[in-house]
């Protein structure tokens, strides 16, 4: 949830990155400033109710500032725009996504895609989504789509291209990639974007300009990208029909 209020600061860096940089000590200020909030306002008490709590909500502040350190480094070198924080899809007005059953009833999902970027070129808008992942353990594998996992990128992508800037056509619009960005890497190294991006040679010289060069070992066609979004929905709708259904056993997959 801290770096869910930190989208308001993230907008701001990503403003204000011409005429400056937010220091670290500025940084640091303002995620204190969005804790205390959050005290404030009475959801976070417990961690005031020991001295081992109140350690774990410094230390839990300390990463949410390191974070927003992270982004707003990436965000200097962004050849993308960032251009949406924490957009919502099924909420504030956007249309949720409706997966059509069988039966002809309607299942309704929403969800917050983290980041949303763009890119304007040639009378075309390339969009890319980004997650934040606070574990640098799961890293995207296309091949958990095609096996019914990992549903997540491939839909906030394909959603984002159909809700997103609804005034642009949707023929001007283009997949660019669906990507985890890890904020608490071990190194600095491994903190970039994961997944799978375009294959176009202008949008991968943008990409490793951003995140050094063969930083996407997957890169894939637009049919294809496109393909892995339609594939996550019908999988969605599969697995939607069968709890419809009451099929609500449990299924344990070893990851």
Not at 18 to 27: Q, R
Not at 199 to 205: A, K, N, P
């Amino acid at each position: 949830e801290i770096l869910e209020r930190s989208g308001e600061l993230l907008q701001t860096i990503w403003k204000e990155r011409n005429e400056k940089t937010l220091s670290d000590e500025e940084v640091e200020r303002r995620v204190a400033g969005i804790c205390n909030t959050l005290d404030e306002e009475g959801g976070y008490k417990v961690y005031k109710a020991n001295s081992r709590y109140r350690y774990f909500w410094r230390k839990l502040q300390e990463s949410a500032g390191e974070a927003v350190k992270l982004i707003r480094d990436q965000l200097s070198n962004a050849e993308f725009e960032p251009t949406a924080f924490e957009w919502e899809f099924g909420g504030k007005g956007n249309e949720p996504v409706t997966l059509e059953l069988p039966d002809g009833r309607k299942v309704r999902f929403k969800g917050k895609i983290d980041r949303i970027d763009l890119l304007r070129e040639n009378g075309k808008e390339y969009l890319r989504v980004v997650d934040y992942k606070s574990s640098d353990k799961q890293s995207f594998d296309p091949a958990q789509v095609l096996a019914g996992l990992q549903l997540q990128l491939p839909v906030y992508l394909d959603t984002a291209l159909g809700s997103f800037d609804a005034g642009t056509p949707a023929a001007e619009k283009k997949p660019a990639g669906f990507f985890y960005y890890h904020l608490f890497a071990e190194e600095a190294k491994e903190a970039r974007l994961d997944g799978v991006m375009l294959d176009e040679d202008g949008i991968r010289v943008r990409m490793e300009a951003e995140n050094g060069p063969d930083f996407c070992k997957d890169k894939v066609g637009e049919r294809s990208l496109r393909a892995l979004g339609a594939f996550a929905r019908r999988t969605m709708s599969g697995m939607a029909e069968k709890i419809c259904a009451g099929e609500i056993g449990a299924s344990p997959i070893r990851t």
